[in-house]
Nanobody, 127 residues
Framework: QVRLVESGGGSVQSGGSLRLSCEFS????????MGWFRQFQGKEREGVAS???????VYAASVKGRFIISRDNAKSTLFLQMNALKPEETAIYYC?????????????????????WGQGAQVTVSS
């Protein structure tokens, strides 16, 4: 059974940085892929970043150049380094995973491609 547990959420001022972590277990497939999503209050969930098994990554246009997704398999942890945060990025951030195989890279930001989800971590950016 796949289990995902996020940590690292919190409050930060505009322009600041936060790093989210997602400890995972049960992902045994070599084709597994993982991603980060966020949900603004009253809005649908949107893809932020995804990483596939060969290390390729894809980012939403709104975060490209500021956010970095990485995966440490030795520590069974997925990370999202978020820099230059904006108040409008206040949201609940979710870690997600699937045993794959992945599709074309740009479609990895579609939440329908993921079977497993963490509980979410609140990120609040104040102005």
């Amino acid at each position: 059974q796949v289990r995902l547990v996020e940590s690292g959420g919190g409050s930060v001022q505009s322009g600041g940085s936060l790093r989210l972590s997602c400890e995972f277990s049960g992902l045994t497939s070599r084709t597994s892929y993982m991603g980060w999503f966020r949900q603004f209050q009253g809005k649908e969930r949107e893809g932020v970043a995804s990483i596939v098994s060969n290390g390729d990554t894809v980012y939403a246009a709104s975060v490209k150049g500021r956010f970095i997704i990485s995966r440490d398999n030795a520590k069974s942890t997925l990370f999202l380094q978020m820099n230059a945060l904006k108040p409008e990025e206040t949201a609940i951030y979710y870690c997600a995973a699937d045993n794959g195989p992945p599709g074309v890279l740009f479609r990895q930001l579609d939440d329908r491609r993921y079977s497993y989800w963490g509980q979410g971590a609140q990120v609040t950016v104040s102005s």
